[in-house]
């Protein structure tokens, strides 16, 4: 199926409640990538900088402006919110809208302040996001991004478990030793050594090919102090 083109973005077009003003500073992802951004100024007076992709695929409306419709505060009737017992799936649609939609909310600044945003369908619709995303496999997933300088939508998320999403964060740290990448964590775990140390090492400059040796056991420590001292009496005969 043939990828959708959309029309590029132009200062002065606009979307929803919003008019484009200007380009403004990139984004660089943790990867080193570079997102078009664009300065947009919304109905109601505020404004936004909004990831080019994002614009043109009606990801952004407003300045958020509308959040509290967005966010569904008002109790929906489609099964999912009886009172104060909710599924995992419609908490789970509910928190990604706080986190985009709602600078009170603790994290927003991670998410929507970032530029972080939820497709039109999504946002509109806790029934499509259902139907996009089907049930949680387990208790222990949840939602995840699978760029993470990209926002919600259907292509860009999967349920994933704790230990998959941690090294997904924008802040995990890859390494790179004999062509062979890692985590830090996953590097501690193959080289039989604790991530505290390792995560030591690189935070002192250590280069890879002596941060990754592993320390020696107690009783590898013994064995080589034995054959020095047995060595220097060799020598003093």
Same mark, same amino acid.
């Given at each position: 199926?043939?990828?959708?083109?959309?029309?590029?973005?132009?200062?002065? !077009?606009?979307?929803?409640?919003?008019?484009?003003?200007?380009? !403004?500073?990139?984004?660089?992802?943790?990867?080193?990538?570079?997102?078009?951004?664009?300065?947009?100024?919304?109905?109601?007076?505020?404004? &936004?900088? !909004?990831?080019?992709?994002?614009?043109?695929?009606?990801?952004?409306?407003?300045?958020?402006?509308?959040?509290?419709? !967005?966010?569904?505060i008002r109790q929906l009737k489609h099964g999912?919110?009886?009172?104060?017992?909710?599924?995992?799936?419609?908490?789970?649609?509910?928190?990604?809208?706080?986190?985009?939609?709602?600078?009170?909310?603790?994290?927003?600044?991670?998410?929507?302040?970032?530029?972080?945003?939820?497709?039109?369908?999504?946002?509109?619709?806790?029934?499509?996001?259902?139907?996009?995303?089907?049930?949680?496999?387990?208790?222990?997933?949840?939602? #995840?991004?699978?760029?993470?300088? &990209?926002?919600?939508?259907?292509?860009?998320?999967?349920?994933?478990?704790?230990?998959?999403?941690?090294?997904?964060?924008?802040?995990?740290?890859?390494?790179?030793?004999r062509g062979e990448t890692r985590c830090v964590?996953?590097?501690?775990?193959?080289?039989?050594?604790?991530?505290?140390?390792?995560?030591?090492? &690189?935070?002192?400059?250590?280069?890879?090919?002596?941060a990754f040796i592993p320390p020696l056991k107690?009783?590898?420590?013994?064995?080589? #102090?034995?054959?020095?001292? #047995?060595?220097?009496?060799?020598?003093?005969?």
């Amino acid at each position: 199926m043939p990828k959708t083109k959309y029309s590029p973005v132009l200062p002065g !077009a606009q979307y929803g409640r919003l008019t484009v003003v200007k380009k !403004a500073e990139p984004l660089r992802s943790a990867k080193g990538h570079l997102y078009q951004r664009w300065e947009c100024r919304c109905e109601c007076g505020g404004t &936004i900088l !909004a990831p080019d992709g994002d614009l043109r695929k009606g990801c952004y409306v407003s300045c958020g402006c509308w959040r509290l419709k !967005a966010i569904g505060i008002r109790q929906l009737k489609h099964g999912e919110s009886i009172k104060t017992k909710t599924t995992k799936e419609y908490r789970a649609w509910r928190g990604m809208l706080k986190r985009c939609y709602y600078p009170k909310y603790e994290n927003y600044h991670n998410y929507g302040g970032r530029g972080v945003s939820v497709c039109v369908e999504w946002r509109n619709s806790f029934d499509t996001f259902l139907a996009d995303m089907g049930r949680a496999p387990s208790p222990r997933h949840s939602i #995840d991004r699978i760029d993470n300088e &990209i926002g919600y939508c259907k292509t860009n998320c999967q349920w994933s478990l704790p230990d998959k999403q941690a090294l997904n964060r924008r802040t995990t740290v890859f390494i790179t030793y004999r062509g062979e990448t890692r985590c830090v964590k996953d590097w501690a775990r193959h080289l039989g050594m604790l991530q505290s140390t390792l995560q030591s090492r &690189i935070a002192k400059g250590w280069p890879p090919h002596k941060a990754f040796i592993p320390p020696l056991k107690p009783n590898q420590q013994m064995s080589l #102090d034995l054959k020095s001292a #047995d060595g220097r009496r060799s020598r003093s005969r």
